[in-house]
């Protein structure tokens, strides 16, 4: 275990076979986003709590997450140890390298985790409860370099979105700081051929 945040440098062939697994790379992307214990992955997931501690154990072999701290079970008897894993975004050449079949499983479970959370947020009826809530949706007619300059933005953004996230933290002392969890994704992809777009 570390103090200084855990990094990792390059997705090597090994690394990315470990998470060319969805469920194993689902619980990579939840562990970038705050520490989670096992029993806590296996109770959001809905996964049996031994497969949770086998992926756990195979990504923590390879690098990828990194032990946290431990916290005694509120009846004694088993310690619960607490993960995290650092947030990675590949970029345009990056992800070009990538096996198709690798993008496939990885596309897949973030799209199924945010389809998942879109569907939670309208059950609780939390989606449109913000005045500042954002719902865009912009199809347009584009080439090769206009879906660069597309990507690019949304690279940008990510960072500034990032940015927000730590100065939040900043303030989280003071003694009106009320936090909520936001969700922000960004999406850019090929329309289906017969796409009504693509008849423009």
């Known amino acids: 275990m570390t103090d200084k945040p855990l990094a990792i440098q390059a997705f090597t062939p090994r690394l990315l076979k470990v998470l060319g697994h969805e469920r194993r790379y689902t619980i990579f992307l939840r562990l970038g986003e705050r520490p989670w214990t096992c029993e806590e992955l ?5 996964e049996d709590i031994k497969r949770i501690y086998e992926d756990v154990g195979v990504l923590a072999k390879e690098g990828a997450i990194e032990l946290t701290g431990k916290e005694a079970s509120p009846k004694g008897g088993r310690q619960h140890f607490r993960y995290r894993a650092t947030r990675y975004t590949f970029d345009a050449d990056e992800w070009d390298a990538l096996p198709a079949l690798q993008k496939e499983t990885m596309s897949v479970a973030i799209s199924r985790l945010l389809v998942r ?8 009826g939390t989606f449109d409860s913000h005045p500042n809530r954002v719902l865009v949706r912009f199809p347009l007619i584009t080439d090769d370099e206009g879906i660069k300059e597309v990507n690019a933005i949304t690279m940008r953004a990510e960072r500034e979105v990032a940015e927000v996230a730590l100065r939040s933290i900043g303030r989280s002392d003071a003694a009106d700081w009320s936090p909520v969890r936001l969700t922000v994704a960004f999406l850019s992809f090929l329309s289906a051929a017969d796409s009504p777009e693509n008849s423009a």
């Open 117 to 124: 959370e879109l569907a939670d947020a309208f059950a609780a």
């Open 42 to 46: 296996a109770e959001d997931l809905g």
